[in-house]
């Protein structure tokens, strides 16, 4: 993007652009690889950025899940959990608040219920 070489008044344009159209389902390796069309190994072989960082991705997701549940056996623990409500709750509102008319949360959720 040639950030380094932007005026500042610039780079504060384009970072409010980015900010204003990020969604946190961006942020979802596979999501994104799929709705790019690059998530097939056969149409796109040797695209290493998919390659390793789904491989990537599904480790951080297996580690995640096995330390959850540890601690919560079913949906009920996960909602009756007022540390999740709120930090999800602050998440939500404060952490990607609304820009210029987008949607509060951009993505993330209101409430995690399992």
Known sequence: LGCSNTKKSG????????????SVHFSNIKRNLKERG???PD???NYYYRDDGVRLWD???AYVRSILDLFYTDDIDVQEDS???DWTN????????????GPM??????????
């Open 105 to 114: 949360g951009r993505g993330f959720p209101k409430q995690i219920n399992t």
């Open 83 to 85: 540390e999740i409500r």
């Open 90 to 101: 602050e998440i939500h509102s404060f952490g990607f608040p609304a820009f210029h008319g």
């Open 11 to 22: 780079k504060h344009e384009l970072t409010r652009k980015c900010n204003e159209r990020y």
């Open 43 to 45: 149409k796109l072989p």
């Open 59 to 61: 480790a951080i997701e």
């Open 38 to 40: 690059v998530d097939n």
